[in-house]
């Protein structure tokens, strides 16, 4: 096993620490990472599920307390190490996990591809939450949703704070974003999918009754908190459902709701 030596970084504006600027800036981070190509792990699980999956990393940066902590995995880029003042003025948080790494992106798989090798799929509209979308992926992968397809304006599911929530679980669950949106929904229909669009519309049907054949090849479709999904995807869609609530509960978090149903559909598995 090579042996990369551990730089120690001793000021927070050192450009060597770029990757790791600011990762609590939303807007900062989402001008930075897609255009470089690049996205942050945190934590020991999460870093090795990424390397697990095939990611290449870029660089890690490691408490200087921990540096022992990730000796195997560091044979392949640069390693710095901080003190936690460094660490929390580069990042803008304290690092209690202790454990960073900058990654490179791969390119986004083919959707007729992903349509073709896929029987149950998610489908995300306007989800732009990171907290839901890493839920949502952990969900698919625990319960047996093969794939995701995102509309253009969803969050990015690799953002750090997806990647943490989902457990690293975003790296084992394929996606694409599909467009345009909402005619794309056509071309997962033509696939073989019956979309499936959950609301709370006088019109959805309860999930538990979707037939045999409806639940065959299905696409979930969910929406965005609050506005949910849009008028044009509902028409888009094939079925409609919703999850019976009750005490007076009008709905739940979309990734709750999200994890119900995909238990629901793969229950007969």
């Known amino acids: 096993m090579a042996v990369v030596p551990v730089t120690v970084i001793t000021e927070p504006g050192d450009e060597r620490l770029a990757d790791y600027r600011a990762l609590t800036d939303v807007e900062l981070r989402t001008r930075w990472e897609p255009p470089h190509g690049l996205f942050i792990a945190e934590g020991e699980l999460v870093l090795r599920r990424a390397l697990r999956a095939g990611y ?3 660089s890690f940066l490691v408490d200087e307390k921990r540096v022992d902590q990730i000796g195997d995995l560091t044979e392949t880029a640069p390693v ?8 929390e003025q580069a990042t803008g948080f304290h690092v209690h996990r202790g454990v960073l790494a900058s990654f490179h992106r791969r390119p986004l798989p083919d959707v007729d591809t992903l349509l073709a090798g896929a029987r149950r799929l998610a489908i995300l509209e306007d989800v732009n939450n990171h907290t839901n979308v890493g839920a949502i992926f952990r969900g698919a992968a625990a319960l047996g949703v093969d794939a995701v397809l995102l509309s253009p304006t969803c969050a990015d599911p690799l953002y750090r704070r997806s990647v943490r929530v989902s457990m690293g ?3 084992a669950v394929p996606y694409a974003t599909v467009a345009p949106w909402p005619d794309a ?3 997962v ?3 073989g999918f019956t979309v499936i669009a959950m609301t709370p ?18 696409a979930l479709l969910l929406g965005a908190e609050g506005p949910g999904i849009t008028p044009g995807a509902i028409r888009a869609s094939d079925v409609r459902v919703a999850i019976p609530m009750r005490n007076g509960v009008d709905s739940l978090n979309v990734a709750a709701a999200a994890a119900v149903a995909f238990w629901e559909l793969g229950r007969e598995d």
């Open 56 to 58: 290449r990393p870029r």
């Open 201 to 218: 519309g006088v019109d959805a049907v309860p999930l538990q009754r979707l037939t045999k054949e409806q639940r065959h090849r299905a």
């Open 169 to 171: 679980e975003v790296f």
């Open 185 to 187: 929904l056509a071309r």
């Open 80 to 87: 710095y190490a901080a003190g936690q003042s460094v660490l």
């Open 189 to 191: 229909r033509r696939a």
